[in-house]
T-cell receptor, first 109, second 116 residues
Framework: GQQVMQIPQYQHVQEGEDFTTYCNSS?????IQWYKQRPGGHPVFLIQ?????EVKKQKRLTFQFGEAKKNSSLHITATQTTDVGTYFCAGNAGNMLTFGGGTRLMVKP | DTGVSQDPRHKITKRGQNVTFRCDPI?????LYWYRQTLGQGPEFLTYFQNEAQLEKSRLLSDRFSAERPKGSFSTLEIQRTEQGDSAMYLCASSLGLATITDTQYFGPGTRLTVL
């Protein structure tokens, strides 16, 4: 079945440093979604990418969808303590989402 | 609050007991999904409904698990003869369900199940 892998599993950064998480799917995706889950919280939708090579920005967050629609990345510029949480990508190859294992971001003030 | 709601938020039970969780989706959302999340992992798909029809079930959903959405609105997830391995966060999500490709799922707060 479809598998979605995310790296790294954990990332510690100093506040102000940049952060990137990478997502790879074993199959071609119709779209990819990104979620953020704060400690003790539930996944909150951030963005959806649909087109091959698509790039979208939300303030300090930049999301990319690969040309082959099998990989994606999330880059945060100048991290803040409010960015703390686990970032999940989720691939959609039908009617169900397959989530990656997530990247847990910790930011030292 | 017009988001997805789940009840209860926490459930502690003894092994072998049955438990039932409820999910109320965002109103007018046609699709409703159930996921299970264990510590340090991403949510794993269990099943989903389009209105009242259960259209897909994961192989993770053993015969001890049953989900219903009788009137196409709220849904229940029942686990019979609970096992310690069932301990997890059970998440419900809903989406408009009008278009597969751009369907965004909105998650509820989850029900944390602990089986002793």
């Amino acid at each position: 079945g479809q598998q979605v892998m995310q790296i790294p599993q954990y990332q510690h950064v100093q506040e102000g440093e940049d952060f990137t998480t990478y997502c790879n799917s074993s199959t071609t995706l119709s779209n990819i979604q990104w979620y953020k889950q704060r400690p003790g919280g539930h996944p909150v939708f951030l963005i959806q990418l649909v087109k091959s090579g698509e790039v979208k920005k939300q303030k300090r967050l930049t999301f990319q969808f690969g040309e082959a629609k099998k990989n994606s990345s999330l880059h945060i510029t100048a991290t803040q303590t409010t960015d703390v949480g686990t970032y999940f990508c989720a691939g959609n190859a039908g009617n169900m989402l397959t989530f990656g294992g997530g990247t847990r971001l910790m930011v030292k003030p | 609050d017009t988001g997805v709601s789940q009840d209860p938020r926490h459930k502690i039970t003894k092994r072998g007991q049955n438990v039932t969780f409820r999910c109320d989706p965002i109103s007018e959302h046609n699709r409703l999904y159930w996921y299970r999340q264990t510590l340090g992992q991403g949510p794993e798909f269990l099943t989903y409904f389009q209105n009242e029809a259960q259209l897909e079930k994961s192989r993770l959903l053993s015969d001890r698990f049953s989900a219903e959405r009788p009137k196409g609105s709220f849904s229940t997830l029942e686990i019979q003869r609970t096992e310690q391995g069932d301990s997890a966060m059970y998440l419900c999500a809903s989406s408009l369900g009008l278009a597969t490709i751009t369907d965004t799922q909105y998650f509820g707060p989850g029900t944390r199940l602990t089986v002793l």
